[in-house]
């Protein structure tokens, strides 16, 4: 069953490793944060990253965090090497979880790449999306939960 709106942010800690920083729970509650989850054999993915980097960056101000997290679909996908080569190239400076277990992923619920799960100030669920047009189902929301026009 998905993650509903109004989950409190799960811990991030199983991660196979991290790439860029840690994200510690912790440290992110206080700020809106979006969570997406990618892996570098999608391809819908790598069309969607630069979405990603333009809100990392435009909301920074307005106290949005982002984190990462590598969630591999095939036994390709899961050579760190690969993913921080693949990172690096599309310009992911914010925490990375490296998730070759799929720890994290269960923690959210979470089945599919590319996936986004945007969480208001305290720590909570407000929307989440995945896929192609995920980003754009998204955008409305994160206006709101960022206070913006």
Not at 133 to 145: D, F, P, Q
Request: a negative charge.
């Amino acid at each position: 069953m998905p993650m509903r709106t109004g989950t409190p942010l799960p811990e991030l800690s199983g991660a196979t490793e991290w790439i860029n920083s840690p994200a510690i729970r912790a440290d992110l509650v206080g700020s809106p944060l979006l969570v997406h989850f990618w892996a570098i054999s999608c391809h819908v993915c790598h069309d969607n990253m630069p979405t990603v980097a333009a809100w990392r960056e435009q909301y920074a101000a307005n106290g949005l965090k982002v984190v990462a997290v590598h969630m591999p679909r095939q036994p390709e996908d899961t050579d760190v090497e690969r993913v921080r080569g693949d990172a690096a190239s599309m310009g992911i400076t914010e925490p990375l979880a490296v998730d070759n277990s799929h720890v994290v992923a269960d923690a959210f619920q979470n089945e599919f790449v590319p996936a986004y799960f945007l969480f208001d100030a305290e720590g909570n669920l407000r929307s989440r999306a995945a896929g192609y047009t995920g980003l754009s189902m998204l955008e409305g929301a994160l206006k709101r939960v960022l206070g913006v026009a």
